[in-house]
């Protein structure tokens, strides 16, 4: 059984990582796995970056984008078929195909005569252009006047009524088998132009030898810890993204009581740190963009709570990074993330939006060791448990198989 995946890269962002954790899982297993993608990070005969047409394609952007229907411009996507990944492979698998290296047009012609699995790592599949479209649910019946036209990616004119039929007429010639990650991504693709599809819910796997428990004590010390401060951890590819946010963070940790926020030390990983704890009145320790899973496993480790701040996330990676790694979560109650931070069993979850409640969390947690340390059990034995990247490849191969038949 030979598979290629389709996604915006190899390793850079969220939905990448978790396309190429899943290739790396199938290998594992035995299956011939291969990935076409937009950018290319790894050094790998199997993996491969998209054939473009830069010339012509940005010619054609200059018109399609200020016409707010991005990415139909890509006209290198209907030369897919031609590549020898594709005419090798048994079955595709979709991932995120909203990165600028894809045109969703193509969908209908590369599963005429493969099925495919579209693995669904946000909204963007079935709304007018966004990933993720908060509080509106006009993605239900057509979209058009959208609230959102700066939300990613973004749109020059409200086209979103066109994008929508768009997607619809071309779902409607295709050959596809849906699969969510979260159970509130289920729900949404229920209701969704997706609905008339067989929907199918696989969390993505994690490699729990990779993201393990370390010795606090020496992770600390590695990363130049005082041992006597508690750590806060935060992490994301942006920490600039007001998705994630940083904003809501600073709220929060400002109104710790004085007594915490002297013993408090704040670490983090992704581009932007600077920008969000300027301010902030405590310690803090920015460690970078982190592509190492071992040094972010040190970072895990060394933290009494990973804090994620998110107002919009299906079941991020860096969750389920942190619950294999026995930290316990601070989160709020949005999107996927109740399938990872479940109150009082591995973290605390916030009301949305509600910086005070998160600052509450937090206090929570640090004042309870024993709460902590049971929870840190609990978030380990779960990993183990439900989200191991075997079970998340055996999960796939059963469905690729009975796709197949």
Known sequence: ????????????????????????????QGIDSKMLVGIVKTDSDRIVAVPRKPRTENLLNRFTRYSGLNYIN???????????????????????????????????KLTKTKPAIFTLHDMWSFTGHCAYSYDCDRWKIGCGKCPYPD????????????????????????????????????????????????????????????????DRHLCKAVLGIPQDKRVLLFGAESLKDKRKGGDLLLNALRQLPKSLKAEVLLLTFGNGSEAITAELGIPTIGLGYISSDRLKSIAYSAADLFIFPT????????????????????????????????PMVTGYLAKTEDAKDFCNGIVTLLEDDQLRQTMSDNCRAIALAEYPLELQAERYIKLYKEILL
């Open 311 to 342: 107002r919009a996330d299906n079941l991020p990676l860096v969750l389920q990074e942190s619950m294999a790694c026995g930290t316990p979560m601070v989160s709020f109650d949005i999107g996927g993330v109740p399938d990872l931070v479940r």
């Open 151 to 214: 939300t990613y990616p973004a749109i020059c004119h409200d086209s979103t009524l066109i994008e929508w039929k768009l997607k619809n007429w071309i779902y409607s010639k295709s050959n596809l088998t849906i699969v969510t990650l979260s159970h509130w991504l289920t729900e949404q693709a229920k209701a969704s132009m997706l609905s008339c599809f067989s929907i199918h819910h696989i969390p993505n796997g994690i490699d729990t030898n990779a993201y393990q428990p370390l």
């Open 74 to 108: 890509l006209l290198s996507s209907f030369d897919i078929p031609n590549h020898k990944f594709y005419q090798d492979a048994d079955i595709l698998n979709f991932h995120n195909l909203h990165a600028g290296y894809f045109n969703y047009l193509a969908v209908s």
């Open 1 to 28: 059984m030979k598979i290629l995946h389709i996604n915006q890269s190899d390793t850079s962002g969220g939905a990448a990582i978790a396309g190429y954790r899943l290739h790396q899982g199938l290998l594992g």
